[in-house]
Structures are given as C-alpha cells and as structure tokens.
C-alpha cells in the first residue's frame, strides 16, 4: 500500500461510521446514505495534506457531506431536511422493543414537524454529540444561533411529545 492510501485511510476510516449514520439520518435511505457519503470520501481523496492539519477532522467531513447533500437533493428540486427526520431503526431507545418502536415512531413524527433549520441543529447536536461550534461550522451559522435554534427546537419537541406517554 502506498504511503497516500494509507495516509488517507488512517485519516478517514475512524469518521466512517459516524458519516453513515448521518447520511442515513439525512436521506433514510441506506443506499442513498452510501452513495453520499462515498461520494464525499471520493471529494477529499485529493485533500490529504489539508485533512492532516485539521484538527477535528469529523466536522470538517460531516460540513461537506452536507454541503453535497443540499446539492443533490436541491437538483431533484426537494428540500433537503425533509429526507432527515427519522432516528436509526438499528438503534434501540430503551429495552423493551415495542416500547422502543412506539418511542421511535413518536419521536420521528415529532422531528418532522419541526422546521428544517431547527432539525438539522437537533440531528447534529443531540443525536450525533457534535458541540455548538462544530454545529455552526457543519452549518456555517453562529453559535449563539445554534444555541436559539436548540432552545427552540428543544421546546417546541417538549411541546409536541406528551412526557406522560413513557
């Protein structure tokens, strides 16, 4: 193995699993999910030398998988948050299934409605675990902007899952 392809391969596969499991997040599709994130390894395949200066290196992957995500999706002339709603099926919320499932279903209408801008910030930061200034930099928005959104996103999730129902 040549020193860039493993060079490029240390760099990248800790990030591959956390990329796929945005990407399913975004399309909910795995498929679509595998494409995209493919297509982002293939983008920063000539990036080596950029990817070992910065020093998180997840953020910076997960800014431009959205990036391509909101062009792909903006092609096929659909909003690209709407695909983002659903958590991972894979991934049990507590240890009865069926309430799991109901858990599940309920929270994923519940991000539904929430507006996109609001979603996204959610996705990133709860769900996933980014920080507000890796949330802002993935967006390309202000901190204190991330934290508006959460608090209201937060909110308006209180306001739509009934906290008696588990």
């Known amino acids: 193995m040549n020193d860039n392809k493993r060079i490029y391969t240390a760099l990248v596969r800790p990030h591959i699993s956390a990329l796929q499991r945005v990407a399913w997040r975004w ?15 293939l983008k920063v395949v000539d990036h080596i030398a950029e990817m070992r200066t910065i020093e998180q290196l997840r953020p910076w992957l ?4 959205y990036r ?20 991972d099926p894979d991934r049990a ?6 309430e799991a ?3 599940q279903q309920l929270l ?8 996109p801008d609001h979603r996204d910030v959610i996705l990133l930061h709860d769900v ?6 890796e949330v802002a930099e993935i967006l390309e928005i202000n901190e204190g902007t991330v934290k508006s959104r959460l608090h209201r996103a937060r909110e308006r999730l209180k306001n739509l899952i009934d906290p008696g129902t588990f």
């Open 27 to 41: 399309t909910r599709d795995r498929q679509a999910a595998e494409d995209l994130v493919q297509d982002v390894l």
């Open 128 to 133: 996933e675990g980014y920080t507000g200034p």
């Open 93 to 98: 919320a507590g240890p009865d299934p069926i």
């Open 108 to 115: 994923a209408g519940a991000l539904a409605q929430l507006e």
């Open 62 to 65: 997960v800014k431009i998988m």
């Open 101 to 103: 499932f109901e858990w």
């Open 68 to 87: 391509r995500f909101v062009d792909l999706y903006r092609r096929d002339t659909r909003s690209p948050v709407d695909r983002a709603v659903e958590a």
